[in-house]
Every structure is written in structure tokens, then in C-alpha cells.
């Protein structure tokens, strides 16, 4: 990666506020576009004209890079962008990322020449995010349960990247962690790391031994059946993108406290979240040869 | 200690509540006095009248005893309790437990023929405690830094009881700690420990290099010259009793976060402070060979 | 799997006889082959005649299950036992488990019609053998270095299944874990979980300022020019296979202590690796219905 | 302390060779006595004269700092040296540090207005020399054990400074510790730190539960009826001094494997050591205004 390159920082919130601040602070130019409110209350001062954004070597579009109703996510800017006009904006030489880009996007971008590279779907994003989402988790618990994490007794269930660290921080904090997993190998690095392997399927019967449970799992692990089994006091957390891993209306029914904590980086760690993000960019870059 | 006694469980927070459903769960007969608004939305059923009062082995009463205009502190009753009158219903032959007892109050019970054992008074309850209180710092910390305790660069003040818990569970996340303490024989502790040992003389000129204060010496450690030293987004807690050990005005001025948390343990963990009090208590007996 | 089925136990080591009791402790009948000197020091009691081999309902030979000379590996035996004719006395019927099964001997049974399960190829097995090996490290650690792993500054070269928990295990007793890895997503593994990630690329120019480095990797990651680099007191050791990480040549030449710790799991911890042979056959067991 | 000193090293074992070193490296100007052999062997050059002992700002005699017979402790020497014609080469303007200094030995010197100050009889050297003594046991233990450390069961009697450490270091590995105290404040300190708390008066008849126990306690805590509790197979490892805190006969007898283990830090790591004196020879230095 060259030394010194020109960014343009597009849109999106707190993480690309502290994401533009890095750039600058690590020596490159930097100028943003889509976030002038954020400008006015952050140490950001460049806004970009399109000549700017044109010249860009990087552009870096938010995560996600659009809303719901497909307009560029800049809560930051009081104007709303139509994404095809800010595609219009750039041109092929540039190096385009993005976060959580629709197939439609990608399609469109290719239409017009443009290559976006999604750097939510990098392997090494999605692991560093899951310590500010392990560490969401834990503030929730600390919030919302009346005993301390200390010798607490918790159920996570699945054990992929989240799922690893969550368990890791609560057998920090001194909670009795066991991890139910379907995989024998998965089981065997649970016990290796020191927690109690559950086999998922074998779980019913057990959880109302729990004080606290974690799903992360994107299936409908808890449902009414098992919810009914749960102490009245036990904690879920769900951390399952939709449709969550957690019967909600059953839970409501049945009193269990159930929270549904998603895009908890953002949240917890924004200036962290703005760190990984710099981070996985430059490896695009690094890998481009840029 | 028998397996079976009487207690009476007076006044107080949900750590009393839960001290009272904690001793019925244990098998002794309970009654609750001056807590009537508790008993209607929990399990402890049997209000006491005057008789079962002084019929009662064992009678605790909360933490602290009294507020601030001396009386009985007994947040879920409607009724104020004169100290003085709640002295007159209990009798020499029971053994009275309360925390925080003020030296006037021991006289005046004296004088009545009455002894009060005051169980926050106890090493193995103040040691207790400081997991709730260090879980609440945590807590605070994973709340207000935008960025996450993995990698937070730390420093903690003090290595007494809460420094030493506050130390563990920071590094148990991820953080980098380091300690300021003043005997060499602590500052082996710290290494021993893994933290970063600091002379506590010496820690100016330093200070900028935290992301996170924690002190928990009662004295005015974070002086007005030392604030100065912070960066600016670094976020000061402060766990030591009045007067504190931080400039808050100063604090203030400067723009310094600084947050002064009080009575972690019944706030962040109620039903974990009843327990720690419940084996207190029975500590108690089993000493006095009740 | 069933309650009670009949188990032959054949051949092997220490692990094998920890094998053959723990399955008779759990309920099973077992007879043993080709350990008859193992019989007379331990608990295992029922040797096995031809007729009893042939009648169980799973075999379990050892890991490795033939010498270098083609024979049933049985150090416990006076005997030596043609693999051929050890099959010869199998049929179809039976459940046949091997460790280390080479492709001409699973060829060779296939002609007979037996089925061969290489319980070593399974990766639980893989994970759970990590467990030894890292503690094996960590004792030849603590036996050759003249400091103490507490402070001492480490290298683990490779993050998988055994560099994780070598790194896991070193950072635990107060090292300063760093790793080196090529991934971009191993690298944010290792700074999730704690330790300093380093690019495997981009190590040379540092190595002096270890004082341990540990080869997880299968190639020459130590050559010459790096040992060069290493300070004189540097310990190596190499856990990587043949023909291991490590130019020993180099090493002897310049004076660098560097050790090739091969088959740990069998020798540090005999008892231990017997269990997580017995989980791993009942893990087949359980898969094939038996 | 002034940045550059005259120390003069005596004696001693390979912690002296390390200390003297480490003195030179630190810019200080660096002569031995009585250790001409380690000279050979090492970096340390400066042999000193008679004169330069007594010119020297700093002398530092070994730990400990007599035989049994009386004479220097200089077993890297090939004369012996009658320790009174040894203290005539000093004089009252130095300052001189000696380890394990009998009574009668500071009687002696004060006699000659020599004042010796014992750096074995201060806290944080004795806090310091916990970190290698607890490595030293979890060598022992990894070497012993046919199980892993991972998963092992493990009392540790008493919780001062090496039972602190000894039950972190192995709950770091994995093993399930609990740890025997008498004090209720020490049994709620076992609690925070995780490990299971035992009341030391209540350990018989669960004794047989344990695969390692480990003794730090000065009194016959493990006598014969405790041993014939133990499983055949748990290992014992004492590390209290005379007379020690098992009885051997009685192990033998039974069958037990039972290790004293003394002295551990000169012998496990003598580097770390000679480190954890300089440490302590400079905090005198510092406390003395030198």
C-alpha cells in the first residue's frame, strides 16, 4: 500500500466519523462526503466537492451502505442521496467499498463499470466484530441480571466467531460457561478451552439450570417448549440476525426476559468498529496491490 | 449453627428481600418487618408483628441501618421507624445484626443491654463485595468508552481488595492494565499478576497514555494538575467513599468524563448482595456457636 | 450406542491399556490381544483367545496401529503379530477401529471385506490431542529455560488447532504470547483472543527478542538465517512432523537449543489420551448406529 | 539511587552469575569474589582484590549466605571461606546485603559495626519468589501426572502468597482447583479468584476426589489418616519447609507418591531469580538514599 493516498469517506455514522479521522491521522488525505453534520462536531473538516470525490483514490461507502427505502445511509447529512446518482459519482480507476452491498447493488455497479468490494463480507471484519459484539453481550448481562456474571451460571449456544468469545469473556468474568455445539470437533475445543460441551440436541431437560442463555445460532433454537423450561429469572440474549434464534412473543407470554442485541459493534465500540473497518480496507488495498 | 432458627429481616432494599427468601429457602422460619411494600410483590409472605419480633433468634436489620435522619432505613415501607423504638422491641437473649452501624448507635444499644454485630464490618463481606463492585465497574467502563476493553489501556489505582478484583477482571477482557501502588511488596503482586507495576509517585507525566482511570485509593488521587494530564476522551471512575478521590469540579471544567460510582454491589447485583450478607450473618452464628 | 457391547482392545501402549480399563468401567466387556505383559502390571484381566477376538463387537487397535516393520504394533507383547494374520482373525461384522492407517493397509482390508475407521483421522480426536501437546510444550518450557515463562516473550509460529492452544496456554502462565500467521482472519484471531498477531512474512528482523519460539507449522519455518537471528539463550521447540520446522543442523552448529517434541499426547499424558480414544471410538460407534 | 554504583558479588550459585551480570548491564562497575570458577563460564570478568571488596559501595553475599558449616556459601569456588575473615574485608561505610542471615551472623557483624541487611526476609522478594515457585509445581506436576493438567482435580492447602499463585497458575491450565483455608476472609477471596473454597478443618472425607494436592502450609497437614483418603494414584507435592507438611514415611508406606519440592526458584530459574535480588538489592539501595 502506498503511503499516502485520498480517501473519500462516504456517509454512514459514528464508525465512518472515527474512520475518517484514522485515514487523516495515519497520513493520507482524507475528505468526506454525505456526513456535514458530522463535520461540524467532529475534528473532519474536509468535505468533499465531486470533483474531490472523482479523484478519490478509495471511496469508502457505510455500513450498510443503503437504507431500507435505497438510499445512500448518510444519518449524518439532512440531504437523501439516490444511490444510482452517487454511483454516477465515481468512476473505474477508484477503488470502491462498501459494506453489506445488495446482489441488485453489485449488479448495477458492474453495469456502469464499477467494482464494489464489500468489506462486511471479509472473514477477518466479521472476527474482529465479534469482540465488541462478545463485549455487548456481556454489558447486557451485567445490566440486566441481579447476581453478579461471577459465578453465574451460562448457556451459550453455537460456537462460531461470536460464540467463542462470548464464551471466552463470561468464563473470564468467573461465570460456570457451558457451550452446547452440534459438531463432536466443536465439542472437543469447547472442553479444550476449559467449558462444559452440551451436545445441542441433549439440552432439553437442562435449561433450567440456567441463569443466563446466549443464543447465536440464526435458527429458532429457543422456542416455546424450551422457553418453558427456563428458570422465571433467566436471562436470554439473542444475538441471531432475523428471524432471531428466540420465540419473542412466547417469551412475552411466558415472562421470560428475552433481548434481541443486533449490530452491537456500532453501538458499544464505534470508534473500535471505525478501527476494524480502516483495518480491513487496507488489506483490500494491500491485496490490490494499491 | 442449628439447622433451624427464627429470624426476623427488617427494613431495607432488595437485598433484604432477598436475604429473607434466601433464609426461608434455607429452612428457618422468617418473618419481615418494616418492608411491607416488598412482601406484596415477592415470596416472603409472613409480616412480623411486635411479638414475633422479640420472638425472633436472629434479627437483621439493613445496610445501612439507618438514613441519613436517623431512622430506621426502610425504603419499602410507608411507615418511619424511630431507631430508637425499634431498639425497644427487640431483647438481650437475640442476636442483632445491621450494617454500617454509626458509634452512637452501639452505645445506645449498650445501654439497652443490646449488642449489635455490624456484618459490613466483616473482612470476608467487604472481600465479597468487591466482586459486585468490580463487575460494576466494568459495567460503567463497557457503557461509556466508545471504544472496547479489549486493548483499553488501563490503569488502576490502588491494589487493595477492589483494585485487585477491578485489575483481574479487566485483564480477564482483553485490556492492558497497568497498577499504581506504593509498597514494593504490592508492586511484586502486580507482576506476579501480569499487570503493569507503577510507583504512585510516579505517575505523572504518564497519564495520557490511559484510555481508562480507575481509583479506588480514598484520597485525592486525580487531582486538578493530573486531569489536566488525561487526553480528552478518557474516562475516569472513581470507587473510593467521601470525599472521593477525584477534582470533580475540576473534572468538570476541564471536560474530563468522570463518574463517581457508590454502592456498586446492592445496585448491580441485589440478590448477589443479599447472598454475600446471608453467609455473613451465618458466619456470625457459627461463631457465636448459635 | 449400546449400554454394553463386547470390545477387543489389541496391541499399543500405555493408552491402550487406559483404553481397555475405561471401557470396562463403563460397563462393557472387554478382552485384550497382544498386551499380555500390559495385563499382568494393570487391572485389564481377560486376555483374549482367537475365539473372543472373532466375537466382539468392535476392535480396537492401536495408534500407530503397525511398526515401521509391518507389524501389529505391540510393545506390551513378547510376540510379533503379522499384520495380515491379525486380520486374518476379523470379519465383516465387527466394528474395526486403527490409528494411523496406512492406504495399503485399508486396501488390504478392504480385500477382505473389512472396513478400517481411522479414529486418528477424526478431528475431534485432532483437537482433543492439542490439549497434551500444548502441555507438553509447556513442560519442556518450564524444564529448559532459566527464566520463568511468567515475562518471558514467546512465539508461536502457526495458528492452528495446536498453536492456538500453546499460544492459550503461554499467555495463561504470564507470557508475552505473540503469533504468526498468514490470514488475515487468523491474525484477527489472535488479537481477539489476546496475543501480539504477527505477518509469518514479515517476522525476520524480530526474532532476537524472544526468548521461546514454538513451530506449529509443517515446513522449514526455521532456517539457518533465522536461527542466526535468534538471541544465543533462545529456546526452540518444533511440535511439526517430518521432516519438522526446525534446520536442527543449524541449530547444533550455532549453538541454538532447539528440541523436536514429536508424539507428545502418548507421552506426557498416557491416561489422558486413552480417554480421548475411547470418546473418539464411541463417537463412531454412536455414528455407525452400533 | 545513583545511576552508577561499586558492587561488589559474593559467592552463591548461578542467581549470583546472573545478578552480576545484570548489575554490569545496568552500568554499574562490577566485581566478584569467591565464585572464580563462574567467572570462567561466563560474562562476568572482574575478579576482585582485596581491595577492591572493600572499596566497593554495595556488597552482595549469597543466598543463603553461609554452609552448613559455617563458611561462605561459594559453591562456585574452589577455597573455602571462613565467613569472620570475610566480614574483615568490610567496613562500615558500606552497604551489605546478604540472604538468610542467621542471628548470630548479624550478631557477629554488628559486633565489627557491620550492619547486614537480609534481602530474603523482605516481602516483595518472598512475593517475587512466588512466581517461580509456582512454576517449579506445575513443572513437577506436568512431569508426574499421567493426565493431563487440563481437567485435573486439584487441592491446594493454605492461600498465602504460593497458595495464591500455585491455584492461579493451574486454573490458567484448566484444572478444577479448590483451595483449603481456615480464615472466612481467605475462603471469600478463594471464591472471587474462582476457585472452590474449603474450609480447611472440613477436607477429610473428600480427599479422594482430588488427582493433586498440593501443600503450602508449615504444619503436618497431610498426616496418615489424610493419605489413606487419597486415591492411589493423586500425586502429593509439599512445598512447606522443615519439617515439612507431609508425612514422607507414611506416603511411602502407603504408596503415595509424595514430592517435597524446596527451594524451587534458584533451581527452576535462576535467571528469574538473580533478577527478582537485583530487584530487591536496589529497592534496599533506594530505601537507604544510596
Given at each position: 500500500m502506498k503511503d499516502k493516498l485520498r480517501f473519500c469517506v462516504m456517509g454512514g455514522d459514528l464508525r465512518q466519523i472515527k474512520l475518517a479521522e484514522l485515514l487523516a491521522e495515519d497520513g493520507h488525505s482524507v475528505c468526506t462526503y454525505a456526513m456535514e453534520q458530522a463535520v461540524e462536531n467532529s475534528q473532519v473538516q474536509n468535505v468533499c466537492t465531486h470533483d474531490r470525490v472523482a479523484g478519490a483514490d478509495c471511496v469508502v461507502m457505510p455500513l450498510?451502505?443503503?437504507t431500507s427505502d435505497g438510499k445512500l445511509n448518510a444519518p449524518f447529512s439532512d440531504a437523501a442521496y439516490d444511490i444510482g446518482k452517487v454511483l454516477d459519482l465515481?468512476?473505474?480507476k477508484q477503488i470502491i467499498c462498501a459494506g453489506l452491498v445488495p446482489a441488485w447493488l453489485h449488479k448495477q455497479a458492474r453495469e456502469q463499470g464499477l467494482m464494489i468490494h464489500d468489506y462486511f463480507a471479509r472473514e477477518e471484519l466479521a472476527v474482529a466484530n465479534a469482540v465488541p459484539t462478545a463485549e455487548g453481550v456481556v454489558q447486557i448481562a451485567l445490566e440486566e441480571l441481579p447476581i453478579t456474571v461471577h459465578g453465574a451460571r451460562v448457556l451459550v449456544i453455537g460456537f462460531g466467531r461470536t460464540g467463542k468469545l462470548v464464551a471466552h469473556r463470561f468464563a473470564s468474568l468467573g461465570a460456570r460457561v457451558s457451550v452446547a455445539a452440534r459438531k463432536y470437533s466443536d465439542l472437543a475445543w469447547i472442553e479444550a478451552y476449559g467449558y462444559a460441551p452440551e451436545q445441542i440436541g441433549q439440552i432439553d431437560g437442562w435449561l433450567f439450570s440456567y441463569d443466563l442463555v446466549v443464543n447465536t445460532v440464526p435458527a429458532r433454537m429457543l422456542t416455546e417448549q424450551r422457553l418453558r423450561e427456563l428458570r422465571p429469572d433467566c436471562l436470554c440474549i439473542d444475538i441471531a440476525s432475523n428471524p432471531g434464534g428466540i420465540d419473542f412473543e412466547a417469551a412475552a407470554s411466558l415472562g421470560v426476559k428475552a433481548i434481541w442485541a443486533l449490530s452491537l459493534p456500532g453501538r458499544v465500540a464505534p470508534v473500535t468498529s471505525g478501527k476494524i473497518i480502516r483495518n480491513t480496507i487496507y488489506n483490500i488495498l494491500h491485496e490490490l496491490g494499491a
Open positions: 450498510p451502505v443503503i465515481l468512476n473505474e
